[in-house]
């Protein structure tokens, strides 16, 4: 296929118009308060104290007690709001702020990830906050833009991610692709609510991928 510009930053910047002007994307990974509806997709970090976390755990484990050990050097908590990664992750007005799950961090050791992973990163524009999204393209691959039949490379020492649910999340489409290195971890179980508990499921468009 033909390569792209080399400059491709401008025109990622230039999708931004789906959600607003490029001056309004100043907003989107500020101060709580200054976040815009369609960023509501950052997540919180749970830093309870073990024994809430512990209370967590027990409430995801139905028919039995299981002993669990949660340390933030090795996982990491998270409560889920926005609707970026809807229907595989729902945030909700609920007192425990929708969806809550696990993310694994021995991943971040050599960057070991694969394609349809769901990852934690660091907003690229404000590192205090921290986004969900899956992770569509790998260090080096082609990609087809959603919508469009231009193909891209992912920069090596970069990923390309999106939102499950493209119409509200705000994601490499507008910021690009992001460095490995502003990753947190790798999601892997909803633990709550109990009607969701279980493994979170690797996958992603395939007809994105080219065959070379």
């Not at 039995?64 to 990664?85: L, P, Q, W």
């Not at 999106?162 to 992001?178: H, K, L, T, V």
């Not at 290195?181 to 009607?195: A, D, E, K, M």
């Amino acid at each position: 296929p033909r390569r792209p510009p080399r400059n491709r930053s401008k025109a990622l910047v230039a999708s931004l118009r789906l959600h607003g002007t490029e001056e309004d994307c100043s907003c989107f990974c500020t101060s709580e308060v200054q976040i815009l509806p369609v960023c509501s997709d950052r997540i919180v970090l749970i830093m309870g104290a073990r024994s809430q976390l512990w209370s967590i755990a027990k409430m995801s484990v139905t028919g039995g007690v299981i002993g669990v050990t949660i340390s933030d050097r090795y996982v990491t908590v998270v409560a889920i709001k926005g609707h970026s990664m809807h229907p595989t992750m729902t945030a909700t007005d609920s007192a425990l702020r929708g969806d809550i799950v696990l993310a694994e961090k021995a991943c971040l050791d050599q960057y070991k990830f694969s394609r349809g992973d769901v990852i934690l990163f660091k907003c690229p524009s404000n590192h205090k906050e921290v986004f969900v999204k899956r992770l569509i393209g790998l260090p080096g691959e082609w990609i087809q833009l959603p919508a469009s039949s231009e193909i891209i490379k992912v920069p090596q020492g970069h990923c390309w991610v999106e939102g499950d649910n493209a119409a509200r999340s705000w994601d490499s489409r507008s910021f690009g692709p992001i460095p490995l290195g502003l990753i947190n971890g790798r999601v892997t179980h909803i633990i709550w609510p109990p009607s969701k508990i279980g493994r979170v499921e690797r996958k992603w468009p395939e007809d994105r991928i080219p065959p070379f």
